[in-house]
């Protein structure tokens, strides 16, 4: 999940994942073999289907399929649980771009200093007062005031 409200279990993570699998191992190993890995049962079921037939896939082991479609079924209802009971419930964020920034797209831009260099402070400049030059030498003016 990639919301970054929701806490990050940082290096808990590892041993969260190990302890989960080896519960699923433990709990179904000896009744279904614990495939909880495709890999792993499905490349042993494919060899035996070239070497016996068709009795790999079925009788006995008719449950073939559960490895190849269950993560992703899986998948999709935790993100539907995730979307419908955590994240609907966290409140609204406030957003500060707001405020802080001014719109581009007014086609509009106010140079800050109050130095007379090229504006008076809060003077607003249209896109077309604006070329190379202007913005190098305000870069350079900038650059003496800092040092």
């Given at each position: 999940?990639?919301?970054?409200?929701?806490?990050?279990?940082?290096?808990?993570?590892?041993?969260?994942?190990?302890?989960?699998?080896?519960?699923?191992?433990?709990?179904?190993?000896?009744?279904?073999?614990?495939?909880?890995?495709?890999?792993?049962?499905?490349?042993?079921?494919?060899?035996s289907?070239?070497?016996?037939?068709?009795e790999?896939?079925?009788?006995?082991?008719?449950?073939?399929w559960?490895?190849l479609?269950?993560?992703?079924?899986?998948?999709?209802?935790?993100?539907?649980?995730?979307?419908?009971?955590?994240?609907?419930?966290?409140?609204?964020?406030?957003?500060?771009?707001?405020?802080?920034?001014?719109?581009?797209?007014?086609?509009?831009?106010?140079?800050?200093?109050?130095?007379?260099?090229?504006?008076?402070?809060?003077?607003?400049?249209?896109?077309?007062?604006?070329n190379?030059?202007m913005?190098?030498?305000?870069?350079?003016?900038?650059?003496?005031?800092?040092?």
């Amino acid at each position: 999940v990639t919301d970054k409200r929701n806490a990050n279990p940082g290096g808990a993570a590892p041993l969260l994942i190990g302890l989960a699998a080896c519960t699923i191992g433990l709990s179904y190993g000896a009744n279904g073999g614990g495939a909880i890995n495709p890999a792993r049962d499905l490349g042993p079921r494919l060899f035996s289907l070239i070497m016996f037939g068709s009795e790999a896939l079925h009788g006995s082991a008719h449950f073939f399929w559960i490895p190849l479609v269950a993560p992703l079924v899986g998948g999709v209802i935790g993100a539907l649980c995730y979307l419908f009971v955590i994240s609907a419930h966290w409140p609204e964020e406030e957003t500060k771009i707001e405020e802080e920034y001014q719109k581009v797209s007014d086609g509009v831009s106010i140079f800050p200093f109050s130095n007379n260099y090229f504006t008076i402070q809060g003077e607003i400049i249209n896109d077309e007062n604006i070329n190379v030059e202007m913005i190098r030498t305000t870069s350079e003016i900038q650059r003496q005031e800092f040092y």
